[in-house]
């Protein structure tokens, strides 16, 4: 829809030079970001979480996972940085991987507490 409405009204707006590639990226984003939205803040990932106990363990495994994956994050971004491949500062690869990694964890922390939440309001 979005797209269409676009594509319909991109002669009218001025402000931007829109292109295609421009207008389709753009909705290709707001596509994803509905979707992942919707999916974390619906509560339906964590199904099986039904105790204070599989709750904790949960969130200890969501550490583990988000800094494992910021930790491959920041090594794979330096070999890229390493060979070549980016431009900038020594620390900007650690800074991405940093902030992917604490991106993850705060989501994955959201979806398991409103799992939680749903699940435990569907038990009552």
Known sequence: MYLILTLIFMDFVAIIDWNFLLTTFIGLIIFFIYVFARYTLSGI???????TSQLNRSKREIRKKSIIFGTFMIIGLYITHLVGLQNGEWYDPLGI????????????LISLKRSYRKNKDLID
């Not at 991987?97 to 994955?108: E, R």
């Open 45 to 51: 990932e964590y199904t099986d979480i039904m105790t």
């Open 97 to 108: 991987g940093i902030l992917s990694g604490i991106f993850m964890y705060i989501f994955d």
